[in-house]
Antibody, heavy 119, light 111 residues
Framework: QVTLKESGPVLVKPTETLTLTCTVSGFSLSNARMGVSWIRQPPGKALEWLAHIFSNDEKSYSTSLKSRLTISKDTSKSQVVLTMTNMDPVDTATYYC???????????WGQGTLVTVSS | DIVMTQTPLSSPVTLGQPASISCRSSQSLVHSDGNTYLSWLQQRPGQPPRLLIYKISNRFSGVPDRFSGSGAGTDFTLKISRVEAEDVGVYYCMQATQLYTFGQGTKLEIK
């Protein structure tokens, strides 16, 4: 059974750095062509892809947020970590991680974690 | 970046009747490997998104056969043959041919 679970702070202050962790089970981050995406959704708005990392450590970032994002993985811990610097209230959103399967599809999603940016 | 445009943004439907959502991409979604990475996701109220359809027309595990996908190139459609109450939510198209982009979402509601 494939599961993903996001964890991190509920509240961050403007200008702070956000660190989110996605812990996966039911598959290995070392499986060929597997990966994990981070996607966010501001309240009442659409989904926005942020970044992904594959088993071979290939990484990609959203064009508009690239300068603020870093993605990494710890295969032994089955975790993928996303950091986002210089947080702003407009970054308030539910942050999801999702598995990328061999067909580049985000097939399994975590429940998401709501992050509020406020002083 | 590839832009995904969905129509309509809202779709009131009568139970038991069909529904259709369109998605258009700003450029062809045919990948260099010959596949077209266009998928559809459903997000029920208060829930995370769920994969329904991948590579245009393939239903994901456990998805009822009343959901179907079609299209090619830059124009794609999700159809629900007979809408049920549990289908209420927001539907997103997503492309994975060049990084990832989502459509704006289409809200399906019951009349």
């Amino acid at each position: 059974q494939v599961t993903l679970k996001e964890s991190g702070p509920v509240l961050v202050k403007p200008t702070e750095t956000l660190t989110l962790t996605c812990t996966v089970s039911g598959f290995s981050l070392s499986n060929a062509r597997m990966g994990v995406s981070w996607i966010r959704q501001p309240p009442g708005k659409a989904l926005e892809w942020l970044a992904h990392i594959f088993s071979n450590d290939e990484k990609s970032y959203s064009t508009s947020l690239k300068s603020r994002l870093t993605i990494s993985k710890d295969t032994s811990k089955s975790q993928v970590v996303l950091t986002m610097t210089n947080m702003d209230p407009v970054d308030t959103a539910t942050y999801y991680c999702a598995r990328i399967n061999g067909d580049y599809e985000n097939d399994y999603w975590g429940q998401g974690t709501l992050v509020t940016v406020s002083s | 970046d590839i832009v995904m445009t969905q129509t309509p943004l809202s779709s009131p439907v009568t139970l038991g009747q069909p529904a259709s959502i369109s998605c258009r991409s700003s450029q062809s979604l045919v990948h260099s490997d010959g596949n077209t990475y266009l998928s559809w996701l459903q997000q029920r109220p208060g829930q995370p998104p769920r994969l329904l359809i991948y590579k245009i027309s393939n239903r994901f595990s456990g998805v009822p056969d009343r959901f179907s996908g079609s299209g090619a190139g830059t124009d794609f459609t999700l159809k629900i043959s007979r809408v049920e109450a549990e289908d209420v939510g927001v539907y997103y198209c997503m492309q994975a041919t060049q990084l990832y982009t989502f459509g704006q979402g289409t809200k399906l509601e019951i009349k």
